[in-house]
């Protein structure tokens, strides 16, 4: 018996060195703000609507991140908010509801072929076409192998040796899995071997230009607590601040990115970014993170919108930079033409 777990020992001593890397390495991840490829049920037939400028285009998938694909394809993993339903069940539709954001099952190809590799789910909108819809949407986004993450379902994946987990929840989840992500991020840390934790969180109030305490700086602060890396935040439609706590960064909002609810998107709601985390590792622990803000707008044109995130320069720059700071607590590094706004390092103790 000594002698079975002697060896099982050997082996398992074996595997974790394989998973650590000899050498630092480095990990850039992607992450943009709600992706509603999709439009309100009553719209579909609207030229000005997602699905109708979709069809003005061709249907070509890569139209709608066109523009953002330079930034997401040169990364390791991009990760986005999906505020919508991908299915053809139309007859699913919750009625009950004002808004009905669908998109055609197929519009899952708008995020393969935009190198979106995974989605947080956990909003407002992923009940739409009710629970069988969701599972649906979930079920055509696994078959084209994007990944997905909703509540108590996290998922994983790996890069350059290092192992990922990403959880999403939305502000009333927040409080039922309050107490389960407690023993949850750890147990997953020990348990599966991960080494980095994202923690995705749809919260605070629209159109709000600062985050609050209530549940914002709560949760945020309670996930990195219990051992979360990075916390991302969407659901204002507005571009929020950014903070560091024990070592770690919090994203309070990303605001829109290619987002079909409003065929007239309020002005307010344009400013967007693509925020880049460049992570470092030395056997398979953290070193550091670094912030690369690029800046966007959610549109290329008004009033009306064509859907596609448009990277800005000059003074458009400058006003999505002004708007994070006014609600950061510390000095923001400026916007440099052709590189973003490269942060200070951020060592991880």
């Given at each position: 018996m000594r002698r079975i777990i002697s060896f099982l020992l050997l082996i398992a001593s074996i595997a974790v060195l394989g998973r650590a890397q000899a050498e630092p390495v480095e990990i850039l991840l992607s992450l943009a703000g709600d992706c509603t490829i999709a439009a309100d049920e009553k719209t579909h037939n609207m030229p000005e609507s997602y699905i109708g400028v979709m069809e003005a285009n061709g249907n070509d998938y890569t139209y709608p991140l066109a523009l953002a694909i330079p930034f997401f394809s040169q990364d390791d993993y991009t990760l986005v908010n999906l505020?919508?339903?991908?299915?053809?069940?139309?007859?699913?539709?919750?009625t009950d509801l004002y808004l009905n954001f669908r998109g055609p099952a197929s519009y899952v190809n708008i995020l393969t072929q935009s190198s979106v590799e995974g989605v947080s789910m956990s909003n407002n909108h992923a009940l739409d076409y009710g629970p069988e819809g969701l599972e649906d949407c979930q079920n055509n986004l696994t078959a084209a192998g994007v990944q997905w993450a909703y509540n108590n379902k996290y998922f994983t994946?790996?890069?350059?040796?290092?192992?990922?987990?990403?959880?999403?929840?939305?502000?009333?989840?927040?409080?039922?899995?309050?107490?389960?992500?407690?023993?949850?991020?750890?147990?997953?840390?020990?348990?599966?071997?991960?080494?980095f934790v994202i923690v995705c969180l749809h919260h605070g109030e629209e159109y709000e230009v600062k985050h609050n305490d209530h549940d914002q700086t709560r949760f945020a602060h309670h996930a990195i607590d219990h051992g979360a890396d990075l916390v991302v935040g969407t659901h204002p439609h507005v571009l929020q601040g950014i903070e560091v706590y024990k070592h770690r960064l919090i994203m309070y909002s990303?605001?829109?990115?290619?987002?079909?609810?409003?065929?007239?998107?309020?002005?307010?709601?344009?400013?967007?970014?693509?925020?880049?985390?460049n992570l470092t590792f030395e056997q398979n622990a953290l070193q550091s993170t670094q912030l690369t803000i690029h800046p966007?707008?959610?549109?290329?044109?008004?009033?009306?919108?064509?859907?596609?995130?448009?990277?800005?320069?000059?003074?458009?720059?400058?006003?999505?930079?002004?708007i994070i700071q006014n609600d950061t607590p510390f000095q923001l590094k400026p916007y440099i033409e052709g590189k973003g706004a490269v942060q200070d390092i951020i060592y991880a103790n």
């Open positions: 505020e919508c339903v991908l299915t053809d069940r139309v007859r699913l539709r919750n994946f790996e890069r350059k040796g290092v192992k990922f987990a990403v959880f999403s929840f939305r502000r009333y989840y927040m409080e039922v899995y309050y107490k389960w992500l407690e023993e949850a991020i750890p147990r997953v840390k020990q348990e599966e071997n991960v080494d990303l605001g829109n990115f290619t987002f079909g609810g409003n065929n007239r998107p309020y002005v307010e709601s344009i400013p967007t970014a693509v925020m880049q985390v966007f707008h959610a549109t290329g044109t008004q009033p009306y919108s064509n859907y596609q995130p448009t990277p800005v320069t000059g003074e458009a720059a400058q006003e999505v930079m002004a």
